[in-house]
């Protein structure tokens, strides 16, 4: 074996978290602006598509375990943007739910994505495209985990 594979800069997983958190960092003073962090923003994007989404499946669409959620989720409300409440049909369940400044910042975040295209560098095609790609990648890597997973539990 090479030791071309163990040089950091050959690595695929190494080039993803490095973007980003290069990502990360073009993001922070738009976000600063809104009160919000980034995974606080990812939240709040969902919940503007569709208000009243269990916590549950906010995780799962986030890849986020609870234990990261839940206080993401505190503060969002402690912030004023976001209620929680038990589900009324299953009490186990909590649905979150947009207030009223919650639904406002959305006309304040409306801005943020076109900040991007000039920080990112690269023609729209070629940002969908590598969107897809990287998408196909998670899809391949969450279901190699899992059949890893599947494996060791029998």
């Known amino acids: 074996m090479s030791d071309e594979w163990l040089k950091l800069d050959n690595q695929l997983c190494f ?3 490095s973007a980003s958190h290069a990502f990360t960092r073009v993001y922070k003073p738009l976000l600063d602006r809104l009160g919000l962090t980034y995974p606080q923003y990812l939240a709040m994007m969902l919940l503007w598509e569709q208000d009243g989404q269990t916590v549950g499946a906010l995780g ?3 890849y986020l375990e609870s234990s990261t959620l839940t206080p993401l989720l505190k503060r969002l409300e402690a912030a004023g943007f976001i209620a929680r409440h038990r589900s009324a049909e299953d009490q186990r369940q909590v649905r979150l739910y947009l207030t009223d400044a919650g639904r406002a910042l959305k006309d304040q975040a409306q801005s943020i994505p076109p900040c991007l295209l000039p920080a990112i560098g690269l023609p ?3 940002i969908v495209t590598l969107k897809q790609q990287i998408a196909r990648l998670r899809g391949s890597l969450t279901a190699s985990a899992e059949a890893a997973e599947t494996m060791k539990n029998n």
């Open 15 to 17: 080039a993803l978290y």
């Open 60 to 62: 799962e669409r986030l």
């Open 124 to 126: 729209v095609s070629e």
